[in-house]
């Protein structure tokens, strides 16, 4: 029988036959998310932004509709949100400094069943997630900014993964996930390098030339401003593919063996949004 010839009182009994068969399979998926979970060590580990990539892209390309991209990839990763937490007690913090959107950003990656732990700024981000007093930070990218350099630089701190919220009609903001333990490849990757010129004189070209050598597509290359005291000459440059793919392998051996490559700051999965474009 067609929806449209069905009552109201039919639909609905239809919709409480589906719910019951929805709830069970989602305890069926909670129940298999735990027994991976006792064969995982230590909290850190239970949340893999490549693996959680990949389950979110499959579910994406096996949607027709009528939910929308977006919507399949909300519901999915608060399902995923909830059965993380019956495998660990996942501690994520962002910069009060970011305001409402590092809260927002918090959410809409993690889903509503981590808990969020504000921290006074960026620096002190970076060291919570270093002194393991959180799992994972969550911090804006744009602008990249010397204190974010900074952080990067006087840390071990990788970037796990990547996305983006709206800010006002038309303009979003990007942040990033840190943490400690480097995202293996997912099938869609960026990878973000801080390079430093050398002298005034040098343009960007020379810094990128081996990336350039090694047919690697470059998708933003942004001035780090000046710092402090002294003209900056940093440069922050997202790469398509992982470090573990052979073309930005080589291109990155071929940096450090150079000068140009302050730091490696990590290999990711890409934003839903920007491995749809």
């Given amino acids: 029988m067609k929806?449209?010839?069905?009552?109201?009182?039919?639909?609905r009994r239809r919709i409480d036959d589906i719910d019951s068969e929805l709830l069970a399979l989602m305890n069926r998926r909670a129940r298999t998310a735990k027994a991976i979970g006792s064969l995982k060590q230590g909290g850190r580990d239970?949340?893999?932004?490549?693996?959680?990539?990949?389950?979110?892209?499959?579910?994406?390309?096996?949607?027709?509709g009528p939910l929308s991209a977006e919507q399949v990839a909300f519901v999915f990763r608060e399902i995923i949100s909830a059965c993380l937490a019956l495998e660990t007690h996942l501690r994520v913090g962002y910069p009060r400094t970011d305001g409402p959107a590092g809260e927002r950003a918090t959410a809409e990656?993690?889903?509503?069943?981590?808990?969020?732990?504000?921290?006074?700024?960026?620096?002190?981000?970076?060291?919570?997630?270093?002194?393991?007093?959180?799992d994972f930070g969550v911090v804006s990218a744009q602008p990249f900014t010397p204190t974010l350099a900074e952080c990067f630089r006087s840390t071990p701190l990788t970037i796990c993964a990547e996305g983006r919220i709206d800010a006002t009609p038309g303009e979003s903001i990007?942040?990033?996930?840190?943490?400690?333990?480097?995202?293996g490849p997912s099938g869609e990757d960026a990878t973000t390098v801080l390079l430093e010129l050398g002298d005034a004189g040098e343009r960007i070209d020379d810094a990128l030339g081996p990336?350039?050598?090694q047919g690697v597509d470059l998708s933003r290359i942004e001035a780090v401003p000046d710092g402090p005291g002294a003209p900056s000459r940093l440069v922050c440059v997202d790469a398509c593919g992982h470090a573990?793919?052979?073309?930005?392998?080589?291109?990155?051996?071929?940096?450090?063996?150079?000068t140009h490559l302050v730091r490696l700051l990590g290999s990711y999965p890409r934003g839903e949004t920007e491995a749809r474009r």
Avoid at 54 to 59: E, G, K, M, S, T
Wanted: a negative charge; charged letters at 30%; aromatic letters at 8%.
């Fill in 46 to 64: 239970f949340f893999r932004p490549e693996r959680e990539a990949q389950v979110l892209r499959r579910l994406v390309a096996l949607n027709d």
């Fill in 244 to 258: 573990a793919d052979p073309p930005v392998a080589a291109a990155l051996e071929e940096l450090r063996a150079g």
């Fill in 109 to 134: 990656r993690f889903g509503r069943c981590v808990q969020r732990c504000p921290v006074d700024d960026t620096k002190a981000l970076f060291l919570a997630v270093e002194a393991g007093e959180i």
């Fill in 174 to 183: 990007r942040y990033w996930v840190v943490g400690v333990q480097p995202p």
């Fill in 3 to 11: 929806e449209q010839q069905c009552s109201l009182a039919e639909l």
């Fill in 211 to 213: 990336f350039t050598r």
